[in-house]
């Protein structure tokens, strides 16, 4: 498809990705130090978005170690997993890209739509004015019973 970002995801790969709440975020800075953060995200099937959202943090949202990370270097990881007791249920996705930071835009303004959508808790938070984190996927991996 002329245009197309990055990798095909799958239908069922897809239908995995949107019905998951959280996904695990990895970014490292210029030290090459790892930090792994759990976060809330949407995907519109080409990009993955996740807020700053105005959940309590220690720091304002530019000076978020995530933050500094992307400015430093913008290749991430980002996990969607799911554990089950049942270990036939087990699965994850697993993406690497490159992010960056969106402060307002078409795109920033599409990807506060969709997580207001799937989330109720950021229809209360002043989203639309705070900092999103936009994954443009370069591999995907899959593994599991999805």
């Given amino acids: 498809m002329a245009g197309r970002v990055g990798p095909r995801f799958s239908l069922p790969v897809r239908r995995f990705i949107r019905s998951a709440r959280v996904a ?17 995200f949407v995907f519109d099937g080409t990009r993955f978005y996740s807020p700053v959202d105005e959940k309590p943090k220690r720091v304002s949202p530019d000076r978020l170690k ?3 990370n992307i400015r430093e270097n913008p290749r991430v990881s980002l996990v969607v997993d799911r554990y089950e007791e049942d270990w036939k249920r087990l699965a994850y996705v697993l993406v690497a890209g490159t992010a960056e930071i969106l402060m307002r835009g078409p795109r920033h303004r599409k990807a506060v739509r969709l997580l207001r959508r799937k989330y109720s808790q950021y229809r209360r938070m002043a989203i639309e004015e705070r900092p999103l984190i936009a994954i443009a996927p370069r ?3 899959a593994w599991g019973s999805l």
């Fill in 24 to 40: 695990h975020l990895a970014t490292a800075g210029a030290d090459g130090q790892p930090l792994v953060v759990p976060i809330c």
């Fill in 66 to 68: 995530r933050m500094r």
């Fill in 139 to 141: 591999r995907v991996a």
